[in-house]
């Protein structure tokens, strides 16, 4: 299956490369999702599932990035990764996907229909990717260069996610994890963030949309209690969404 990346990789020679060819899950791949230890201990079955299934990387014209595969996937965004997984369970079991999620309204479980072929997948310009923006942040007056969060950004995100304490910090990690540098330190932290005025931290999220293109996995519901609408997120590096519905 041809997959369209919102945002792929660049060569050296600055040819974008932001297509990518998949295989379906087979006998090799579902043994991963059935190692527990190995999916208590990180996300590893992800990468393990993309270097399996991501044939190649092409470009537009359909040329093949001749570089290293392995490389070039600890490259692509998260928005790729996350497309990549969706096209892959398509790939597999077709695009209908049924889910649950619970009405945030009245609490109801709904069951839910999903058409994984109709997610809108937006590209990021060909003029952003590769490169590390410079902010001047507004409120702060303080400098900023903002980086392309990558599949290394997802393993510290679940490590966070099970650890309550980590957890509270969420927006000044993701924030840190979204800059090169700030204010002359590289590889900034959440601590490093912390003192940073709410709307410099705002201003960061809203310049990293511009940098990064997406797959919008926000699914909007009618619950079949309350009648009323509600959002509910896909979760792509849930186990279970490797699984048949
Ligand atoms: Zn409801």
Do not use: W
């Not at 590390?132 to 966070?160: C, V, W, Y």
């Not at 994890?177 to 590889?187: H, P, R, T």
């Amino acid at each position: 299956m041809d997959v369209q990346l919102p945002d792929g990789i660049k060569s050296e020679m600055g040819l974008v490369y932001d297509k990518a060819k998949i295989g379906e899950m087979t006998g090799q791949q579902q043994n991963y999702l059935m190692d527990i230890e190995s999916l208590q201990s990180g996300l590893g079955y992800i990468d393990r599932i993309l270097n399996d299934l991501i044939l190649g990387f092409y470009s537009q014209d359909g040329s093949e990035y001749k570089g290293d595969k392995k490389e070039a996937i600890k490259k692509i965004s998260i928005s790729d990764v996350e497309t990549l997984l969706i096209k892959i369970r398509e790939a597999t079991y077709g695009p209908i996907y049924y889910m649950k999620g619970a009405c945030t309204n009245c609490g109801k479980v709904n069951d839910m229909k999903l058409d994984l072929s109709t997610l809108e997948i937006t590209r990021s310009p060909d003029e952003v990717k590769g490169t590390n923006p410079e902010l001047a942040l507004p409120r702060s007056g303080k400098k900023a260069q903002l980086k392309l969060m990558t599949m290394d950004s997802m393993h510290k995100t679940f490590k966070i996610f099970r650890n309550p304490k980590a957890k509270a910090e969420i927006i000044t990690t993701m924030a840190a994890m979204s800059l090169k540098s700030l204010d002359g330190k590289e590889n900034p932290e959440s601590d490093d963030l912390k003192p940073i005025p709410i709307m410099d931290i705002n201003f960061i999220n809203d310049e990293y949309k511009k940098l990064s293109g997406r797959i919008d996995t926000n699914i909007t519901h009618q619950c079949k209690d309350c009648e009323q609408d509600f959002n509910n997120k896909l979760n792509v590096v849930d186990v279970n969404f490797f699984s048949l519905t």
